[in-house]
């Protein structure tokens, strides 16, 4: 299975289709209890994530988390990563972590990129995680760091409006190093899943490529959600997909639509406008 359980709503109501606000102690605990991903990705900045699945309990999971970025007045780079792992430890209930992500790698090319680095590597070599790397907006990133940092790991947006991960010739070369591929975004935080009568108005720039989509799926008889996990799975290259929940109901959902087979044409909607497929650039919209 290729799917993984991100969690930023057990956090904090994230999302820009989420309707349902964060995510209740009692539904997370619904949540992992069906929830076979095995993998779970959290991170520190998630709000109370990473505490709400301490609480709950994480048994049989692999967890990555995250590490924000370090203070800009930073003394000793190797104590802050311990103590911001310890703390995140404690939180997540738990002694050992599949893998440690960071939020910011463009911090590596700093004066204490190096210091950074190696820190995240005694972590490895002690056996507190099993898998260091780090989680990029834009493939772009790569060109700076995969030369000069060993890394087992790269989480990176991914879908049917942003290709750049396959169109840079990033995923194969990524594939042929042997890092480890995690995506995330398959619905674009959700607008792939709305009706486009539900779309903001602050997108209605590109609404002709929802509406060419919309056609899309209504021609080829086929949910927004299927296609979305079908273009992903489609891509034997990319080792797992993280999609974020707020109910059972939900998950079952993407479980099954990952077992439908996928399609073999899709539709033209790839954007290069960083205002689209960057949720970040959203509130400035």
């Known amino acids: 299975m290729k799917l993984a359980l991100g969690n930023a709503q057990f956090g904090s109501p994230y999302g820009i289709a989420n309707q349902s606000g964060q995510v209740s102690r ?12 095995n993998y779970i990705d959290t991170a520190i900045t998630y709000g109370e994530s990473e505490a709400c699945l301490g609480e709950v309990g994480l048994d049989g999971f692999k967890v990555i988390t995250k590490l924000p970025a370090f203070p800009e007045n930073i003394q000793n780079v190797n104590s802050w990563v311990n103590n911001q792992m310890q703390a995140s430890l404690k939180r997540l209930n738990t002694s050992s972590l599949y893998a440690t992500l960071l939020h910011r790698p463009e911090q590596l090319l700093t004066s204490k990129g190096d210091d950074l680095w190696r820190s995240l590597e005694k972590l490895k070599e002690d056996g507190v995680v099993k898998k260091i790397g780090i989680s990029i907006s834009d ?57 486009v009568t539900a779309i903001h108005e602050k997108f209605k720039f590109w609404l002709p490529l929802f509406d060419t989509w919309h056609d899309w799926l209504l021609d080829n008889n086929t949910s927004a959600v299927e296609a979305c ?29 990952e077992k439908k087979p996928s399609n ?17 650039n959203w509130n400035i919209l």
């Not at 009692?26 to 991903?37: D, N």
């Not at 594939?175 to 674009?188: K, M």
């Open 139 to 195: 493939p772009s990133e790569l060109d700076y760091l995969i030369n000069s940092f060993s890394i087992d790991l790269v989480q990176t947006p991914f879908n049917l409006v942003d290709q750049r991960l396959s169109l840079s010739g990033w995923l194969e070369k990524l594939n042929t190093l042997g890092v480890e591929v995690h995506t995330r975004s398959a619905f674009l935080q959700g607008l792939l899943l709305m009706p």
């Open 264 to 280: 073999s044409v899709w539709p033209d909607i790839n954007c290069s406008d960083r205002d689209l497929i960057n949720p970040a």
């Open 26 to 37: 009692e539904e997370v605990k619904k949540i992992l209890t069906i929830a076979r991903l």
């Open 229 to 257: 996990i079908g273009f992903v799975q489609a891509y034997s290259q990319i080792d797992k997909m993280i999609v974020g929940v707020d109910s059972t109901q939900q998950l079952k959902q993407l479980i099954q639509a």
